[in-house]
């Protein structure tokens, strides 16, 4: 991971894959608490990841998302 001894000792950095990015080395929370841990870090969403739920959300319906996908409106 680092070679730092002081980021190494203090695991400040999280190691994660990421696809079409390959390893990624992200910063962990600067606090950590016993009681209430932090989430480890996570990658952005790809490109277009979340598009069929968000969407499900707004309350279209299979067949208009997949309409919309067709014509080149949301990948």
Do not use: C
């Not at 000792?9 to 079409?20: M, R, V, Y």
């Not at 952005?44 to 979340?50: I, K, M, R, T």
């Amino acid at each position: 991971m680092s070679t730092d001894a002081q980021l190494a000792a203090n695991q400040l950095l999280h190691e994660i894959e990421a696809p079409g990015a390959g390893r990624l080395r992200l910063p962990r929370h600067a606090a950590r608490f016993g009681a209430t841990p932090a989430r480890e870090p996570a990658r952005a969403p790809s490109l277009g990841e979340h598009t069929d739920a968000a969407l499900a959300e707004l309350g279209l319906e299979r067949a208009a998302i997949d309409a919309l996908r067709a014509r080149g409106v949301v990948r």
